[in-house]
């Protein structure tokens, strides 16, 4: 069994080959770079010569977790993600039943609902980032002029609160394509006989979407709310562009802005790692716990 | 006839809420066009109008003028074909490991990838920065590809993971017994058999690379090796109020997503839905 005959060696050469170059990128620019962040973590790191750097414990962490800065982007950031992604979901979700019926044009309301999708965060942020605008921006305009719900402009921008609605909108806005996109695929699985059989047993609209639709989709739902939320707590260039990450007084941060304040203005690259490492810990935790929740349900 | 009209009315109602939706993500766009075409001197008029008065393209050649634009355009093509180009390869060598090849440890290797899924990207950023200093690879466009290939790299094979076993085993033990090596079979019948699944691979790591801003943010600070974000970006921050010729700048930035998204979302689909992307 364990010699190896010489057809077996040269298999396992060649398997090798296939994988070499891919495990050679993921080491060197992946694995490698999460433990070397991992060691930072604990080091007061001097980036210029790090063989000054000092051990530092976990001071890095406790640190962030006491910094009411802090505190206040990881609520920032789960709020972003409570609002984002059930929105995301349910716009997504209708779309994609809108669409999966014979209509005319069907390719072409694809390809305009993805639109949002394949820009850029960068020009999609400078674009909200100009219709929010305070003093002449298209939204007070609308919401003033032409709905008569405000009756004088709104600084959206300079308020900490009022910041996140254009962040908010943007989110749910530049994501509803590619969720209806992967909604519309789980439908198309769904087997058509089973919905005409149920129609010829004389279930309605509603009962055949509740009772047989929403159950068979319900895998690619939980791939959807997992991948969603990680996506979202990553929210990090809207923050950036929109409100120059933490504007004003740094009560608008979300985690990733802070780490990169911490990182690349402060050159404080112990913190950065300590915050990107709680960051990655909060996904981990939160997608494991969704993922339990979500199978516990489909056994009952 | 009651049914007939209850179809025939639900049918509206589906346009309806269609044309709504499709208004409610094209405005948005529509209203960047429009103020790319307006002069300066109507960038902030009261009312905010969605039909430029007199129109001008004036923005367009001053945007592209200024800065090297062409260069950060070039920039950006290279990076973004190299990236897809090299993720293609890569990925779809890893895939062909783990669906066809004997590989020891093969399940524990691609977990080991697959949480390259799970990874907040830019969690990663401060010690990629670290390992490409050492490396020399800043302010480099092999530095943003080499990166870019490797963010990648979990999604794509997993996507094409999911294509290649679909493929009949037959074809390749027919292959086999013609003395034909894995090699041969790879390039001959598992690629041009997966076009779907390439389509997809395309689509997603042009745009991501296309679009990416982060990385390169921090990467790139020479002048001459920006990509279309951080330029794009910058102008913005150093001319506050230049809008028009911001969003000139960008809708030129879009123009290569929305035809390389047109020319393959024909197979996006139908690729998604085979790859088991769905979960």
């Given amino acids: 069994m364990l010699t190896a005959t010489k057809r077996d060696r040269r298999e396992f050469l060649t398997a090798a080959l296939f994988l070499l170059p891919g495990f050679l990128l993921f080491l060197l620019f992946l694995i490698g770079p999460m433990g070397y962040s991992f060691r930072i973590s604990f080091y007061d790191w001097k980036i210029v010569n790090p063989a000054k750097s000092q051990w530092v414990g976990l001071a890095n962490y406790t640190e962030a977790l006491a910094n009411p800065i802090f505190r206040r982007a990881v609520l920032n950031t789960l709020a972003y993600a409570l609002v984002t992604v059930p929105a995301q979901m349910i716009i997504g979700l209708s779309v994609a039943v809108l669409l999966n019926q014979a209509i005319r044009g069907r390719a072409l309301f694809r390809v305009i609902y993805y639109l949002p999708v394949i820009t850029s965060w960068v020009i999609v942020s400078l674009l909200f980032e100009y219709m929010f605008s305070g003093q002449a921006g298209l939204v007070n305009y609308i919401l003033r002029d032409v709905l008569g719900v405000i009756s004088k402009n709104i600084f959206w921008l300079a308020d900490p609160i009022l910041a996140f609605v254009p962040i908010h909108l943007l989110g749910i806005w530049k994501g509803v394509g590619w969720t209806a996109i992967i909604c519309l695929a789980g439908l198309q699985s769904i087997p058509q006989t089973m919905l005409e059989a149920a129609e010829v047993d004389g279930a309605g609209v509603l009962a055949r979407f509740f009772n047989i639709t929403l159950p068979l989709l319900r895998p690619t739902l939980v791939f959807l709310l997992v991948v969603l939320t990680i996506g979202a707590l990553n929210v990090y260039i809207s923050g950036l562009l929109i409100t120059n990450g933490g504007d004003p007084l740094d009560l608008t941060h979300f985690i990733l802005t802070l780490m990169y304040e911490a990182t690349f203005s402060r050159l404080d690259f112990g913190s950065g790692a300590a915050m990107s490492y709680l960051l990655t810990i909060f996904v981990f935790i939160i997608s494991v716990v969704q993922l339990r929740m979500l199978r516990r349900k489909t056994e009952v | ?279």
Avoid: C
Wanted: positive net charge.
């Fill in chain 2, 1 to 279: 006839m009651g049914i007939k009209r209850r179809r025939a009315l639900s049918k509206a109602l589906t346009y309806f809420l269609l044309i709504a939706g499709v208004a409610i993500v094209f405005i948005p766009f529509w209203y960047m066009i429009v103020t790319s075409l307006k002069p300066q001197s109507y960038i902030f008029e009261i009312p905010p109008r969605m039909w430029p008065r007199d129109a001008t393209l004036r923005n367009y050649t001053v945007a592209l003028g200024k800065d090297l634009f062409g260069l950060y355009f070039l920039n950006s093509l290279v990076v973004a074909v190299v990236t897809t180009g090299l993720t293609i390869s890569v990925s779809s060598m890893l895939a062909y490991a783990f669906a066809r090849l004997r590989v020891p440890f093969k399940e524990s290797l691609f977990y080991l990838l697959l949480t390259g899924m799970m990874i907040p990207p830019v969690m990663l950023i401060i010690p990629q920065f670290i390992v490409s200093k050492q490396l020399g690879l800043l302010d480099s466009l092999t530095g943003l590809v080499l990166v870019y290939v490797t963010m990648n790299l979990a999604m794509q094979t997993f996507l094409l993971r999911g294509f290649f076993e679909d493929i009949p085993r037959e074809l390749e033990d027919a292959a086999l017994i013609d003395g034909a090596g894995r090699w041969t079979i790879f390039w001959r019948i598992i690629i041009p058999l997966s076009r779907p699944g390439l389509a997809v691979v395309t689509i997603f790591t042009f745009l991501y690379s296309w679009d990416e801003f982060p990385w390169a943010n921090v990467a790139i600070k020479e002048t001459t090796r920006r990509t279309l974000p951080i330029a794009i970006a910058l102008f913005q921050s150093e001319h506050l109020t230049e809008w028009g010729q911001v969003f000139a700048a960008s809708i030129v930035a879009l123009i290569p997503v929305v035809l390389v998204f047109a020319l393959f979302q024909r197979y996006f689909i139908q690729g998604i839905s085979t790859s088991g992307l769905k979960g």
